[in-house]
């Protein structure tokens, strides 16, 4: 049973545009919600989290918005930059321990 | 700054072999966590540990074993390797009470 979902594989946006990326969740459970950043043969790094409290936080070009009723969440990233292009994991985590989804890869196009 | 390092990039086993998989971190990190990463299944949780001496089974703790007999240090051991173990093998620690994990760049691991 795969808890949190990202059903979209990868997603190609130009530079300076938005990019969406979402994701869903079963287990209500979870306390809070966080985004990885992903390189090829490079660990995730942590980009940004949001509470189950919150509807959104935001850190520079990123922001993340939760819709609990919905069990949802997107990262929205404003503008777009070749740099961003990498693979995203949306994880959701209760008692220390996260659950990850399947990941988005994301290309930002010049 | 936050540094989880793995004592391999790269390594290539070959069928029946013991393998040791090690993880360091330096941030006095209660947690520590292994997983591997597979396409199209991401990051799935092997075994996790909260403190020297304990482990906890993740989700596909199958053919796995661990062993953190020191706080900055949490090994992975495949026990009789076999090809469907071949992965991508990513560490990552966390403070206790914390959700955020900081991770060590992975050790791709081909079992021949």
């Known amino acids: 049973d795969q808890q949190v979902k990202q059903n979209s594989p990868s997603l190609s946006v130009q530079e300076g545009r938005i990019s969406i990326l979402n994701c869903d969740y079963t287990?209500?459970?979870?306390?809070?919600f966080l985004w990885y950043k992903k390189y090829p043969a490079e660990g995730p790094t942590f980009l940004i989290s949001?509470?189950?409290?919150?509807d959104k936080n935001e850190d520079g070009r990123f922001t993340v918005f939760l819709n609990k009723s919905a069990k949802h969440l997107s990262l929205h990233i404003v503008p777009s930059q070749p740099g961003d292009s990498a693979v995203y994991f949306c994880a959701g985590g209760t008692a220390s321990k996260l659950t990850f989804g399947t990941g988005t890869r994301l290309q930002v196009t010049l | 700054d936050v540094k989880v390092t793995q004592s391999s990039r790269y390594l290539v086993k070959r069928t029946g072999e013991k393998v040791f998989l090690e993880c360091v971190q330096d941030m006095d990190h209660e947690n520590m966590f292994w997983y591997r990463q597979d396409p199209g299944l991401g990051l799935r949780l092997i075994y996790f540990?909260?403190?020297?001496?304990?482990?906890e089974k993740g989700d596909i703790p199958e053919g796995y074993s661990v062993s953190r007999e020191k706080k900055e240090r949490f090994s992975l051991i495949l026990e009789s390797a076999s090809t469907n173990q071949t992965s991508m093998y990513l560490c990552?620690?966390?403070?206790?009470?914390?959700?955020?994990?900081?991770f060590g760049p992975g050790t791709r691991l081909t079992v021949l």
């Open positions: 990552a620690s966390s403070l206790a009470g914390t959700d955020t994990q900081y």
């Open positions: 540990s909260y403190d020297v001496k304990m482990k």
């Open positions: 949001i509470s189950s409290i919150k």
């Open positions: 287990n209500s459970m979870f306390d809070y």
